[in-house]
């Protein structure tokens, strides 16, 4: 009476598909041995030469059955079997018939125990496939790390060792793990630091501090993270060269991961620049060179700082964004390239590393030009048409050339002033600030002035003026016109009915319905007025 097994039936249309592909092979041959092999266990009549023929005939089917499998497991559906597969379908096809056929064979216990250990290699490439690459990461996105699955492929393999040990062998695993007291506290020695990268390396995966790609900053050193296992974290410089670090000594280090929260960080670039460039100026140039630059973010826009007044030069900041650290040299050489171009068509010179002292003053050439257009202002104020051409000349060049930047306040409201200023070149606002709000009043430009009644009574400053642009200005301060006043004595009658006909302006009386003698009065007492505050503010 035949036993009829029940994975028969779905063995005969595999071996049918094989026998196709194989035509140098006899399906009668197969079959016929597939149909001994179900019978055979009830014919206790064979002989030991016969169950090896029969073993002769089946192991060769079977490897090629397994091979075939393993081809289409791994064409398909792209599970990747290597060399030990094939081992694992070797001995399989060895011991499975062997096993079956009941051979007094002593190798047979050791064969049984490469099956197991070779099978949960297979095991592995199959979770490793179908669990962590489609499942998880193909079909719900989550990124499993190369640490977890080289963890969950040396416990599946471990188990299979201590299982075969256990079973196969009687060695139970407390035996296993229970030794001499000397060996272990060697053994633990030996396995300290690598004990100790594993659990480091347990924490980078549990913390998620960087993944792969990431672009770090560690020990000083710009790299990107290109694997991170269960030893050490790999990393790859901006120069292509690869490093190995262990996990212990990441974890120990401070680590600046350049893409959190976001890819999009910034990068500054130092510069020092020449003491005779104005600051405003220098921003404009250094922001037109790394607005202009291939690979910077237009959000956030660059900004420059001034950032010291170093001992060859102003020292800047360049301030930008880009969103792939790797490119940073190359986006940093384009900015220094516009950068140098940007200086050299503006005139501003980048300073030699030396610490020379220098005593330098103003050209003087420089200086005689500005005070000469600020003498053909001056000329043009009502106030300043009593003094002669002579007096001028000698006031001048005692007036002081000073430089404003942008948004710096000339002067202030309600501050004591004793000084006067002409505007040379710039541009300049008038504010007004009453309760705490301000409000525009005026602008000024190239040939205006602007507090010459402080110059003249010592009153206080009635307005806030602010640069709108780079200002250059002639101050003339008290001691410099109370000289030429001494030195002129009649001027103060001409300067307190100038001041006299101003306020009269200002008051209106002029355009009121007076009488000429009303307004000859009026004038006549406000030039005593303010000849006496002259005489009495500049001490004459």
């Known amino acids: 009476m035949e036993l009829k097994l029940p994975w028969i039936p779905l063995a005969k249309p595999i071996l049918t598909t094989f026998n196709q592909t194989r035509p140098d092979l006899t399906k009668h041959l197969y079959m016929t041995l597939f149909n001994q092999l179900v019978t055979i266990r009830q014919m206790p009549q064979l002989t030991e030469g016969y169950k090896e023929l029969i073993f002769a005939l089946s192991v060769p089917g079977l490897y090629c059955l397994l091979v075939l499998g393993g081809r289409r497991l791994k064409r398909k559906h792209g599970v990747r079997l290597g060399v030990l597969y094939h081992l694992f379908a070797l001995c399989l096809a060895v011991y499975a018939p062997a096993l079956y056929l009941d051979l007094p064979w002593r190798f047979l216990h050791h064969l049984g125990a490469a099956v197991v250990v070779l099978g949960a290699t297979f095991l592995i490439a199959l979770i490793d496939r179908y669990l962590f ?170 900004k420059v700082f001034l950032k010291n007044f170093g001992d060859s030069g102003i020292e800047y900041d360049i301030k930008f964004y880009i969103e792939d650290h790797g490119q940073s040299s190359e986006v940093s050489d384009a900015i220094r390239t516009n950068v140098w171009y940007g200086l050299h068509r503006h005139g501003i010179k980048i300073p030699f590393p030396t610490r020379t002292l220098q005593i330098e003053r103003p050209s003087r050439d420089k200086q005689q030009e500005v005070q000469s257009a600020a003498r053909i202002i001056l000329r043009q104020q009502p106030l300043f048409k009593c003094l002669s051409d002579e007096q001028l000349d000698a006031l001048m060049p005692r007036g002081r050339v000073a430089h404003f930047g942008k948004d710096e306040k000339l002067i202030r409201q309600g501050d004591t002033g004793d000084s006067m200023f002409i505007l040379v070149e710039g541009e300049a606002n008038v504010v007004f600030e009453r309760n705490g709000s301000s409000k525009f009043v005026a602008s000024l430009g190239a040939g205006d002035c602007f507090g010459e009644m402080s110059l003249l009574t010592g009153e206080r400053r009635s307005a806030t003026v602010i640069a709108n642009r780079d200002c250059e200005v002639v101050e003339i301060i008290r001691p410099v016109l109370a000289k030429s006043l001494k030195q002129n004595p009649e001027l103060l009658n001409e300067l307190s009915q100038l001041l006299a006909k101003r306020q009269m302006e200002n008051d209106g009386v002029l355009a009121a319905e007076m009488t000429e003698t009303g307004l000859k009065a009026r004038e006549t007492r406000y030039a005593a007025s303010f000849l006496g505050k002259l005489r009495s503010f500049f001490e004459l």
Not at 198 to 204: C, S, T
Not at 246 to 251: A, F, G, Q
């Open 133 to 302: 690459k489609l499942y998880l990461q193909k079909r719900h996105g989550v990124t499993v790390p190369k640490f977890l699955m080289e963890f969950v492929n040396a416990a599946i393999l471990l188990i299979a060792v201590f299982l075969v040990l256990d079973i196969g062998y009687d060695q139970t695993i407390k035996g296993l793990l229970i030794a001499p007291g000397v060996a272990a506290v060697v053994l633990g020695l030996a396995m300290q630091d690598l004990v100790g990268n594993v659990i480091a390396g347990v924490a980078l995966q549990a913390g998620k501090s960087f993944v792969h790609g990431d672009w770090l900053i560690i020990d000083n050193r710009h790299a990107e993270v290109i694997e991170i296992n269960w030893r050490s974290t790999r990393l790859r410089t901006l120069d292509d060269i690869s490093i190995e670090i262990p996990n212990r000594e990441i974890v120990r280090q401070t680590i600046v991961n350049l893409n959190r929260p976001t890819r999009k960080h910034a990068v500054r670039i130092p510069i020092v620049l020449d003491y005779s460039a104005p600051p405003t100026r220098a921003k404009d140039v250094l922001l037109h060179a790394v607005s202009n630059a291939k690979g910077v973010c237009a959000e956030p826009r660059p």
